[in-house]
């Protein structure tokens, strides 16, 4: 079956530790997306993939940090800097990464992160 | 002014109630509409997606936009139990970035 896979389900992370989220696509789309989701907050955007090898700062990207080696796969690394990281982080993509496409985003079912 | 406001309820309603929610956004460069479902620990689900004013309809729900009220509505028939869940409005700029609404949570009561 097709779609994304996000990896682990839920995560723990010590204060001072780095730790990093897993998301894997085989829907052979272009562009992929982190975002959080906070309690009472809509979805906020932290960094995006248009091509391999290639990303930009959302809105919130302060703290965190990615890398686009392979179309299939856009890890995403919650640093030690990231002063408030318990959330449930959501990574998507969508088929084409045109600046004037309007495709729609599709989810995984998210990776719970919280510090012990 | 937050770009995508949505009321986040909860709002119940008895099995086979119309359920109607809403959506309005500020920002005039929005060009396409999503709704998406979201259940407890899953992810967001695609649920209708549209370019235009006007209505859209797929099975028990109907998607209205009026773009010239900044105004996006979705209507679910005949309402389930499994429809209990939060429904997020995601307006896009057409550059691939979605502004998400807060959701409404809504519980549909057998």
């Known amino acids: 079956d097709g779609g994304i896979t996000q990896s682990p389900k839920y995560l723990f992370r010590k204060e001072g530790q780095n730790v990093t989220l897993s998301c894997e696509q085989n829907?052979?789309?272009?562009?992929m997306y982190w975002y959080r989701q906070d309690p009472g907050q809509g979805l906020r955007l932290i960094y995006y993939?248009?091509?391999?090898?290639?990303?930009q700062k959302g809105d919130i990207a302060e703290g965190y940090s990615v890398s686009r080696e392979k179309k299939e796969s856009f890890p995403l690394t919650v640093t030690s800097a990231q002063k408030n990281p318990t959330a449930f982080y959501l990574c998507?993509?969508?088929?084409?990464?045109?600046?004037?496409?309007?495709?729609?985003?599709?989810f995984g079912d998210g990776t719970r992160l919280s510090i012990l | 002014q937050k770009e995508v406001e949505q009321d986040p309820g909860p709002l119940s309603v008895p099995e086979g109630a119309i359920v109607s929610l809403n959506c309005t956004y500020s920002?005039?460069?929005?060009?396409?509409f999503m709704w998406y479902r979201q259940y407890s620990r899953k992810g967001p689900e695609l649920l209708m997606y549209?370019?235009?004013?006007g209505n859209k309809e797929d099975g028990r729900f109907t998607a209205q936009v009026d773009k010239s009220s900044k105004y996006i509505s979705l209507f679910i028939r005949d309402s389930q139990p499994s429809d209990s869940a939060t429904y997020l409005c995601?307006?896009?700029?057409?550059?691939?970035?979605?502004?998400f609404g807060k959701g409404n949570q809504v519980v549909v009561i057998p």
């Open positions: 993939s248009q091509i391999v090898n290639d990303f």
């Open positions: 995601a307006p896009g700029d057409g550059n691939n970035r979605l502004a």
């Open positions: 920002n005039s460069a929005f060009q396409y």
């Open positions: 549209t370019y235009s004013s």
């Open positions: 998507a993509s969508s088929i084409s990464s045109r600046q004037d496409s309007n495709q729609p985003q599709h």
């Open positions: 829907l052979n789309h272009d562009a």
